[in-house]
């Protein structure tokens, strides 16, 4: 008899565990859309508009009908309480199309984000009282973030026109359809010299890294040509070249001044990324031969990393002093 009793305590303690967890996960989604709500002038309808306890108790209620599911499944409740897991699923899913009805013809209000995060929230609730606690806390945060980042979404949508969306689409394509075509080398059939596959990979970067160059210019500015540079050099040298160069004749003086930077900047990324590697494939080896080996590298390549990025800084800072 004291076994039974300590067992149905140690599931209540869970069950409330639960209960409690998928509360303050649900009120994490609800408190991004009430702060959406709160952000902008209200109007009388949107008062009545769902916010941090009703995404709560939605999640709670969510995680109590799928708790009592599983208990009753696994034998340690009545099978009664499996009918009224199902029944409260009845009832969530008539609530919610009471309330989308309610939204669309009587308050005549559009869009679906809140009904879809509140159907998103009574899953989580699910997730939780299945015990599969860290993939429902993933959810949760991941939502809240896509629905807090709206803002951000709809000033970088309006930065861009259809057609400069229709170039990236198209970089897509050639990246994503093509690329599974060449998965292997292959040869032209004359002199097997051209491996096709390389040029595509070439090809390809190109196109990726113009694509970024001009997406970082044109939300940032010229100095985002710094970092793209950077990096771009670490990736494929020759290709951030030719965008740079590229990028220079379509502008103005000013931005052709940091694209010369950017052009050092490059190159000098690419010593950079031959001395990484070539200093890890000699460490591989150990023993005083790989300590020989990365001595001379650092003798050999370190001055002209060194010299390119000091040159590359003091031309930045004169910039700098001209705008001013």
Same mark, same amino acid.
């Given at each position: 008899m004291q076994t039974i009793v300590e067992e149905f305590f140690v599931v209540k303690w869970k069950t409330i565990e639960h209960v409690l967890i998928s509360f303050f996960l649900g009120a994490l989604v609800g /408190?991004?859309?009430?702060? #959406?709500?709160?952000?902008?002038? &209200?109007?009388?309808?949107?008062?009545?508009?769902?916010?941090?306890?009703?995404?709560?108790?939605t999640c709670m209620f969510g995680a109590l009908i799928s708790e009592l599911a599983f208990l009753s499944l696994e034998k340690e409740l009545p099978e009664i309480f499996l009918y009224v897991s199902l029944a409260g699923l009845f009832l969530f899913t008539v609530i919610l199309g009471f309330y989308i009805a309610y939204r669309f013809?009587? /308050?005549?209000?559009?869009?679906?984000?809140?009904?879809?995060? &509140?159907?998103f929230t009574f899953l989580i609730g699910v997730l939780v009282g299945t015990n599969l606690i860290l993939e429902a806390t993933a959810i949760s945060v991941f939502i809240t973030f896509i629905l807090a980042i709206k803002p951000g979404i709809e000033k970088f949508v309006k930065g861009f026109s259809y057609s400069e969306l229709l170039s990236a689409l198209e970089v897509g394509i050639v990246?994503?359809?093509?690329?599974?075509?060449?998965?292997?080398?292959?040869?032209?059939?004359?002199?097997?010299?051209?491996?096709?596959?390389?040029?595509?990979?070439?090809?390809? /970067?190109?196109?990726? &890294?113009?694509l970024l160059s001009y997406i970082a210019v044109k939300a940032v500015g010229s100095k985002a040509l710094t970092y793209f540079a950077f990096f771009g050099g670490l990736v494929n040298s020759e290709a951030t070249v030719i965008?740079?160069?590229?990028?220079?004749?379509?502008?103005?003086?000013?931005?052709?001044?940091?694209?010369? #930077?950017?052009?050092?900047? #490059?190159?000098?990324?690419?010593?950079?990324?031959?001395?990484? /590697?070539?200093?890890?494939?000699?460490?591989?080896?150990?023993?005083?031969?790989?300590?020989?080996?990365?001595s001379h590298l650092l003798l050999g390549m370190l001055p002209a990393i060194l010299i390119g990025y000091l040159i590359a800084l003091f031309h930045g800072i004169r910039l700098k002093g001209e705008e001013r």
């Open positions: /408190l991004e859309r009430e702060k #959406a709500r709160l952000s902008r002038p &209200l109007q009388r309808e949107e008062k009545e508009f769902p916010g941090v306890r009703s995404f709560g108790i013809f009587i /308050l005549k209000v559009s869009g679906i984000t809140t009904i879809l995060a &509140l159907s990246v994503f359809v093509f690329s599974p075509l060449l998965l292997t080398d292959i040869y032209d059939p004359f002199f097997h010299i051209f491996n096709f596959r390389m040029l595509y990979v070439f090809f390809a /970067l190109t196109l990726v &890294l113009s965008n740079l160069v590229r990028l220079g004749a379509e502008s103005g003086e000013k931005v052709k001044e940091r694209i010369t #930077a950017g052009i050092l900047i #490059a190159n000098t990324s690419m010593i950079l990324r031959n001395f990484i /590697l070539s200093s890890s494939l000699a460490s591989v080896s150990g023993g005083e031969l790989s300590i020989n080996v990365i």
